[in-house]
């Protein structure tokens, strides 16, 4: 007879964690786990047994999200900063860098699946290709969520959000560096 | 497919559409203390396009076509409040919340929550207890939960075991860390957390884990014939049998004894409370079986 257990493991203490609240992402197709603290970022695969691995120093790391179709793009943000990466393996990424219009805390980030980047502070901040833009009607955004299904966003949407002609050069510079 | 962007504040739920063959999306939005109970502390789409939203009274979710379901406390309802994170399964309707106390898991109208040392990394009632953040991943084709906590991380994972191996973990942890002259007796730490500090103690239940394990191997053996199983009962027996002898009278059960002092050379037993029926019962048990 088999049975089935909720089993936990209390893998780390938070020293080795630096003394930030985490957020943790999952990527989709892969064991692994993604931790934002307030070093870096780290990768950490549980089922393997290691230990989290700091991928990215990055000191003042807020949040992170992964492309919902490609676990290999992440985009990293913390004040005034955004980074756009591409994890080649467990412990190399390579990321180009970008300045965020604000130092407010980034409160909430999301790669949609079309390759635009939406990126909200306590105000819900567009990035575009025409500089930073506010939504005042959508202040003090604390969390927001795309659903799986984006495609290339609303005219609207996008001239607030579009980061896609920048991720494309960057993309492009990195497969050249490969 | 309807492309959807929910953006949570302190006041509203907004929620950006745009169907397909539409040029401009539609928006709606509503606000908190109207059909969800307080801000909004977390939010998270499902595979099927469900939105769940956490705050500190209830669960709400909605659906694709914007209706609204609120799980809130009471029974069969959400064990805990204060939702603090939000996972959803990648294989399954499963939906995982963290909260400032535990982590919930709630599948079809099912609860189960997962509290304390034996899930997080802490003491009960710590910091520990209150889950930072949340994220569900895959492993051996089950959930795989990673919570960050106010001390460190714990890692929620599924094990399919069978009833021999669940007890052979069991067997392993009696004979290092509960023998007791004989008695399976309970064990606390100097450290918490720190195995290593162990420490016996004698508790009022002694004679009722020991009839009770004793009761175990007698099955074991039955089951196995393994000499082990045979070891292990009659050293079993004899703790009862102490329990019995310290008394001075026949038949009469000590609930625990206590060394007086560290001194090997002479041992004084202090009899704590006599009498106990569950040790007989298991007393009996073992000698039906051998």
Not at chain 1, 96 to 111: E, G
Not at chain 1, 117 to 125: P, S
Not at chain 2, 61 to 75: A, E, M, S, V, Y
Request: charged residues 15%; neutral net charge; contains cysteine.
């Amino acid at each position: 007879m088999t049975i089935i257990y909720v089993f936990a493991s209390n893998v780390l203490t938070k020293n080795l964690l630096g003394n930030a609240e985490t957020q943790i992402v999952s990527s989709s197709g892969s064991t692994d786990f993604f931790l934002v603290t307030s070093e870096g970022l780290y990768v950490f695969n549980p089922g393997r047994g290691s230990t989290p691995l700091l991928i990215r120093n990055f000191p003042s790391l807020q949040k992170i999200s992964v492309h919902p179709s490609d676990s290999s793009k992440i985009v990293l943000a913390g004040s005034s900063r955004l980074d756009v990466c591409k994890h080649l393996n467990t412990d190399l990424l390579f990321c180009n860098r970008f300045s965020l219009p604000t130092n407010d805390p980034v409160t909430a980030l999301k790669y949609a699946g079309d390759g635009s980047i939406y990126v909200a502070t306590n105000k819900l901040y567009g990035m575009s290709d025409q500089g930073p833009k506010v939504f005042p009607m959508l202040a003090e955004v604390r969390y927001f969520e795309l659903s799986s299904a984006i495609s290339p966003l609303p005219t609207s949407l996008t001239q607030l959000f579009w980061m896609e002609n920048i991720i494309r050069q960057t993309l492009q510079q990195l497969i050249g560096l490969l | 497919v309807t492309d959807t962007l929910a953006i949570g504040t302190p006041t509203k739920l907004w929620r950006y559409e745009r169907q397909p063959g539409q040029s401009t999306p539609t928006y709606h939005f509503y606000r908190v203390n109207g059909l969800i109970d307080a801000a909004i502390t977390s939010l998270k789409f499902d595979s099927n396009g469900v939105l769940y939203i956490g705050n500190k009274e209830a669960m709400n979710f909605q659906n694709p076509d914007l209706t609204f379901k609120r799980i809130g406390g009471g029974p069969g309802g959400i064990p805990y409040g204060n939702i603090t994170a939000i996972g959803t399964s990648q294989i399954s309707n499963s939906v995982w919340l963290g909260s400032t106390y535990g982590v919930m898991k709630y599948d079809n109208g099912t609860w189960r929550y997962f509290n304390g040392p034996r899930y997080l990394t802490d003491q009960a009632f710590g910091p520990g207890n209150s889950i930072f953040a949340l994220a569900v991943g895959v492993y051996n084709g089950m959930d795989s939960v990673l919570v960050s906590t106010g001390t460190g991380l714990s890692w929620f994972h599924f094990l399919s075991v069978s009833l021999d191996d669940k007890a052979t973990f069991f067997q392993t942890l009696v004979k290092p860390y509960h023998d007791r002259f004989g008695l399976t007796a309970s064990a606390g730490l100097s450290n918490w957390g720190d195995m290593s500090s162990f420490y016996l103690q004698s508790s009022e239940n002694d004679g009722l884990w020991t009839g009770m394990y004793l009761a175990s191997q007698a099955l074991r053996y039955a089951v196995t014939k393994d000499p082990d199983a045979k070891r292990e009962a009659d050293i079993a027996l004899e703790g009862l049998e102490l329990l019995n002898n310290v008394t001075g009278v026949s038949g009469l059960f000590a609930r625990s004894v206590l060394n007086q002092s560290n001194l090997p050379v002479r041992i004084c037993f202090h009899i704590l409370i006599i009498d106990s029926i569950n040790t007989l019962f298991f007393f009996f048990f073992f000698f039906f079986f051998f």
